[in-house]
């Protein structure tokens, strides 16, 4: 495994569709760069709708974007033919929200590995039998037991075993990152922490590199704590740095709103004294004037309804953001 995947000034918009919004151009992506080293860990986190999921689908190569460069070992994808481009693109693999809608219902788990793994021993000439070593190495890679698994079919296991699956076939390509689109969402809570442990560890056993998209903080932390976290806001990144640091020291009111949403967990936690909520809920109609959150931001200025910030390191802070009146405020939850 090797080789950062890296973004830069990545556009996406779409035509709306349906009676009121018809025809209106929707910006998905606004010019948005992001970084993930070999074997490291990146994680976005935002509301629903703010192109986190645009942007994973794009990386694995299930989108196409409007301008920009995806580069990936510095090749620049962008000026590849299609068919150039689809090895790279299968050094990215997806991991679903919905681990049952992502197996075919009607083929075994052993079906399922074996049409992937016989492509790859194809393409490394590897023997027939390899297959079926493979398939025994991926699944306990993920923590299943093989002869367990194998004959069954995907509505015979747990949604947390359909998800380890999901991601044992991924890993049957040797890819070099994963793209987890709420991963865990699925699934049943007491769950949840087993399957993210596992993507945390594939990074230190197979050295596979995590983009984590979700608008869990806790999850993101727990994935990404030495990597790095992508704040995003209608399809432009509003805040970025050390997943710590951005946590535990934010500075933009959109940051600062997201974590102040997090559950408290009363008898042992006290909320933070600055946490704060938007003004209003995110509207369509909203102006794409100036700072993109202004509408909803209770320290917005006519400075931010009428010029737009820039990404960047005002006020000396540590993590990059586009406010201009960045003020670090305490929200997270301490202990009582």
Not at 52 to 61: D, E, H, N, Q
Not at 254 to 266: E, G
Request: proline share 7%; aromatic share 6%.
């Amino acid at each position: 495994m090797s080789g950062d995947i890296e973004g830069v000034g990545i556009v996406k918009t779409y035509k709306a569709r349906g009676d009121v919004l018809a025809g209106q151009t929707v910006h998905a992506l606004r010019g948005v760069d992001f970084r993930i080293p070999a074997g490291g860990a990146a994680s976005f986190i935002g509301e629903s709708g703010c192109g986190k999921t645009t942007l994973g689908r794009i990386l694995a190569g299930l989108e196409t974007y409007d301008s920009g460069r995806l580069s990936v070992d510095g090749v620049d994808l962008s000026g590849l033919r299609p068919k150039k481009r689809e090895p790279y693109f299968r050094r990215i693999q997806m991991i679903h929200q919905d681990p049952y809608s992502a197996l075919n219902p009607t083929r075994t788990v052993d079906a399922i590995l074996t049409d992937p793994l016989t492509l790859r021993a194809k393409q490394t000439g590897r023997p027939k039998s390899w297959i079926a070593e493979r398939q025994r190495e991926v699944l306990s890679l993920v923590g299943l037991e093989p002869d367990y698994v194998l004959p069954r079919y995907p509505h015979q296991l747990s949604g947390g075993m359909r998800q380890r699956v999901v991601i044992a076939r991924a890993l049957t390509v040797d890819p070099d990152a994963l793209v987890a689109d709420e991963a865990v969402s699925m699934i049943d809570v007491s769950l949840r922490l087993g399957i993210l442990k596992l993507l945390r560890e594939l990074r230190e056993t197979v050295g596979v590199s995590v983009l984590f998209i979700t608008h869990d903080v806790a999850t993101a932390r727990y994935i990404g704590a030495d990597g790095e976290l992508y704040v995003i806001y209608r399809g432009e990144i509003v805040e970025h740095g050390p997943t710590e640091t951005v946590i535990a020291d934010p500075v933009h009111p959109y940051t600062q709103c997201l974590l102040s949403a997090i559950p408290v967990l009363h008898g042992l936690e006290r909320p933070g004294p600055d946490r704060l909520t938007p003004t209003e809920p995110l509207a369509d109609s909203q102006s794409d004037d100036g700072c993109l959150f202004a509408a909803r931001c209770p320290f917005a200025t006519d400075r931010c309804r009428t010029e737009r910030p820039q990404l960047g390191h005002e006020g000396g802070t540590e993590q990059e953001h586009s406010c201009f009146h960045p003020a670090r405020r305490h929200v997270v939850a301490v202990s009582a």
